[in-house]
């Protein structure tokens, strides 16, 4: 399996087509406590750098961006009832949907982690 970050912060796990998509530990430290995940509806279409869902917290309401094109197979459904599951484990059982790829190629636009940890060191 390959991991690959969005300058939006998020992160994607792909095995095989499939990519699995939740937000990085940096964006939910950035949100603080949350309290609402209002999850897309599975069937979806979703492009590259479009928002397909939106993450309540004590702070604020943010987008979350697909770093990928596809088709949303599964959502992670334990968030409806569990939210702060994101902050407990956002990059393993925070995981937010998965998504069958449609285009690779999109891949080339993310960053792995050692850009990514860069990244946000350019931004604290």
Same mark, same amino acid.
């Given at each position: 399996? *390959?991991?690959y970050y969005s300058k939006d912060h998020e992160w994607? $796990? %792909?095995?095989n087509n499939v =990519? !699995? #998509? =939740? !937000?990085?530990? @940096? +964006?939910?430290h950035q949100l603080g406590d949350i309290t609402y995940v209002e999850l897309p509806e599975v069937g979806t279409e979703i492009k590259q750098f479009s928002i397909f869902c939106t993450i309540e917290s004590v702070k604020a309401a943010s987008d #979350? @961006? +697909?770093?990928? *094109? =596809?088709?949303? %197979?599964e959502v992670n459904s334990r968030l409806e009832n569990e939210p702060e599951i994101i902050n407990k484990s956002p990059e393993e $059982?925070?995981? %937010? #949907?998965?998504v069958e790829i449609s285009d690779t190629s999109e891949l080339k636009?993310?960053?792995?982690?050692a850009s990514y940890e860069n990244y946000i060191k350019e931004l604290d």
């Open positions: 399996m *390959s991991r994607l $796990e %792909i095995d =990519g !699995i #998509v =939740g !937000i990085t530990d @940096y +964006a939910q #979350v @961006y +697909a770093p990928v *094109s =596809g088709k949303i %197979i $059982e925070g995981w %937010i #949907v998965k636009n993310l960053m792995d982690k």
